[in-house]
């Protein structure tokens, strides 16, 4: 973990709320004078958001799992080296929408590249910038879901939306695995629950965390 700032990070399935939840978080930091930075995995930078376009184009249905993974790395990465460690190192809060956890959950579950592959190569892209904390927007499939093709246009809906129900149950299994390995960094809140309920809850968790309150 890089010392001064804080880095906190959500994770969660499909349609579990974590963009309006995290602006909410920013909102309630920065009432209180907190220096915020959000930013989204992948992306962030414009090379990162270069990548993420690659990754997440809906054409791209014939990339590798490899392929996949290794880009998501490369993201993250460069999202690191230019805009993460920079604000952390100036004393500011940065709160990431998603970040390794997504990598672990996503490739080496649910594209069953396994644990230790992607966890080692992960480690190489981010070598000491672990998150403080990491607050898990735990969400059912049928809801995520539910909730992404309600409330999202049609050129709103990622190669991974499309999945199928399948995968993102292998996602939300994976997550509670991780939740389980990392119970040190992993906060859970259930994003089941109505949407005010999820921030306040969010917002309580991130305020010990920010206050160092065991």
């Not at 009432?31 to 992948?42: C, H, M, N, Q």
């Not at 996602?171 to 089941?192: C, P, T």
């Amino acid at each position: 973990m890089i010392e001064s700032g804080k880095f906190i990070t959500f994770e969660g399935g499909e349609g579990a709320g974590k963009s309006t939840v995290i602006q909410a978080v920013k909102a309630d930091l920065e009432a209180k004078g907190f220096d915020v930075v959000v930013t989204r995995e992948p992306g962030g930078t414009p090379i990162a958001e270069q990548i993420r376009e690659v990754i997440l184009d809906v054409e791209n249905t014939a990339m590798a799992a490899k392929t996949e993974v290794l880009l998501y790395a490369a993201a993250r990465a460069q999202h690191l080296a230019e805009l993460v460690i920079p604000n952390l190192a100036a004393g500011k809060i940065v709160l990431c929408d998603r970040f390794v956890d997504s990598s672990l959950v996503y490739q080496a579950y649910a594209r069953d590249l396994g644990f230790d592959a992607v966890y080692e190569l992960n480690q190489y892209a981010i070598g000491a910038c672990w998150p403080e904390a990491t607050i898990l927007l735990d969400v059912t499939p049928e809801v995520g879901l539910a909730r992404v093709f309600a409330n999202r246009d049609a050129g709103e809906i990622n190669r991974l939306d499309q999945e199928n129900v399948a995968f993102h149950q292998a996602v939300y299994e994976g997550y509670h695995d991780l939740a389980q390995r990392f119970a040190d960094r992993f906060i859970i809140v259930d994003a089941n629950q109505h949407l005010t309920t999820v921030i306040t809850e969010t917002i309580q968790a991130v305020s010990k965390v920010v206050e160092n309150v065991e």
